[in-house]
């Protein structure tokens, strides 16, 4: 049986404009083009987590809507399991309003609308959290729902890693149950300046973009660090997710940590050679055959 991981996070409908250069407050621009893909940290990890093969569960919200239809459609042709993922009425979809121009400078809108509904858990959440073998959150959804995921995962067993962004403090009680944080090098600074203190039993995974990725173990061992093979960027966009969301399912497998970060950062690297988020996800054997191309030669 394949290795389950069940993800509780966001979904959002991300809209582009493209523009010659960004309005000023009260301006209008004629932009160039306009695109939408599927987006929100909780999906796109998902979608990722699927990739690597993982059998995957989404714990989300949408509105009863066509961009609610649209994303559980996309997730489902990810080979996501969409069973525990609501459908809001009177909700809005999850949506990123993103504003970009030629230099690649943006802005961003995030209206949560659905995502902030996501609570409580019901019953059946509760099970296929139970029957996980790794759970994996953001913080795109009420913190109060990651923390009761987490509890109940911590009560089976399983571990929980927690992707800590959008970077906030974190109570105690949810700190108490998470097995790895996974931050990026801004997210943890922010942990380092936090008042709550990581506990010894919790790892820390920092991920160091081109420079990789550096797991630092619980209670003090030595940090594992390794380097991320070579890309040719195109769109960074999602590297993170990737990243998230593959380290998840290779842990799942029960692969060894440090074997666990070299695949993520496989996956990683592939997916910043492509545009878009979850579009640029690879799947096992191109992540696989970057894993071998880099890594086996060292
Ligand atoms: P993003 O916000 O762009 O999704 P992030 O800030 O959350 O990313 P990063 O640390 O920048 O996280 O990148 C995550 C992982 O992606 C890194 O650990 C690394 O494995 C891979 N990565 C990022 N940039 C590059 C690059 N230029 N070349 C190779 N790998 C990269």
Same mark, same amino acid.
């Given at each position: 049986? =394949?290795?389950?991981?069940?993800?509780?996070g966001?979904?959002?409908?991300?809209?582009? *404009?493209e523009?010659? =250069?960004?309005?000023?407050?009260?301006?209008?621009? /004629?932009?160039?083009?306009?695109?939408?893909?599927?987006?929100?940290?909780?999906?796109?990890?998902?979608v990722?987590?699927? +990739?690597?093969?993982?059998?995957?569960?989404?714990?989300?919200?949408?509105?009863?809507?066509?961009?609610?239809?649209?994303?559980?459609?996309?997730?489902?042709?990810?080979? %996501?399991?969409?069973?525990?993922?609501r459908?809001?009425?009177?909700?809005?979809?999850?949506?990123? %309003?993103?504003?970009?121009?030629?230099?690649?400078?943006?802005?961003?809108?995030?209206?949560?609308?659905?995502n902030?509904?996501?609570?409580?858990?019901?019953?059946?959440?509760?099970?296929?959290?139970?029957?996980?073998d790794?759970?994996?959150?953001?913080?795109?959804?009420p913190?109060?729902?990651?923390?009761? *995921?987490?509890?109940?995962?911590?009560?089976?067993?399983?571990?929980v890693?927690?992707?800590?962004?959008?970077?906030?403090?974190?109570?105690?009680?949810?700190?108490?149950? %998470?097995?790895? /944080?996974?931050?990026?090098?801004?997210? +943890?600074?922010?942990? =380092?300046?936090?008042?709550?203190?990581?506990?010894?039993?919790?790892?820390?995974?920092?991920?160091?973009?081109?420079?990789?990725?550096?797991?630092?173990?619980?209670?003090?061992?030595?940090?594992?660090?390794?380097?991320?093979?070579? *890309?040719?960027?195109?769109?960074?966009?999602?590297?993170?997710?990737?990243?998230?969301?593959?380290?998840?399912?290779?842990?799942?497998?029960?692969?060894?940590?440090?074997?666990?970060?070299?695949?993520?950062?496989?996956? +990683?690297?592939?997916?910043?050679? =492509?545009?878009?988020?979850? +579009?640029s996800?690879p799947?096992?054997?191109?992540?696989?055959?970057?894993?071998?191309?880099?890594?086996?030669?060292?």
């Amino acid at each position: 049986d =394949r290795p389950r991981v069940v993800v509780v996070g966001s979904a959002n409908l991300d809209l582009f *404009a493209e523009t010659p =250069r960004l309005p000023r407050p009260g301006e209008t621009v /004629l932009g160039t083009s306009v695109r939408r893909a599927p987006g929100g940290k909780g999906l796109n990890q998902a979608v990722a987590a699927a +990739a690597f093969g993982a059998r995957t569960t989404l714990i989300a919200a949408v509105g009863e809507d066509a961009p609610g239809s649209e994303l559980l459609g996309a997730l489902r042709e990810s080979g %996501v399991d969409t069973g525990r993922c609501r459908t809001l009425p009177g909700e809005t979809t999850g949506t990123a %309003v993103i504003t970009v121009d030629e230099e690649g400078a943006n802005h961003i809108v995030v209206v949560p609308g659905a995502n902030s509904s996501l609570t409580p858990l019901t019953g059946a959440d509760r099970e296929a959290i139970a029957q996980a073998d790794v759970v994996l959150c953001q913080l795109e959804i009420p913190v109060e729902t990651v923390a009761e *995921a987490a509890a109940e995962a911590r009560r089976h067993g399983v571990p929980v890693l927690l992707n800590v962004s959008p970077a906030r403090d974190l109570p105690p009680e949810l700190l108490d149950s %998470v097995s790895v /944080l996974i931050v990026n090098e801004h997210e +943890a600074e922010h942990l =380092r300046r936090g008042r709550a203190g990581i506990p010894p039993g919790t790892a820390v995974l920092t991920t160091l973009g081109p420079d990789g990725a550096e797991l630092a173990g619980a209670d003090g061992e030595t940090p594992v660090r390794v380097a991320a093979p070579p *890309a040719e960027p195109v769109d960074t966009t999602g590297a993170g997710d990737t990243f998230a969301g593959t380290f998840a399912a290779a842990t799942a497998e029960r692969l060894p940590p440090a074997e666990a970060l070299r695949i993520a950062c496989a996956a +990683a690297s592939v997916s910043v050679e =492509r545009p878009g988020a979850s +579009a640029s996800v690879p799947a096992r054997g191109e992540t696989d055959q970057r894993y071998r191309a880099f890594y086996r030669r060292r």
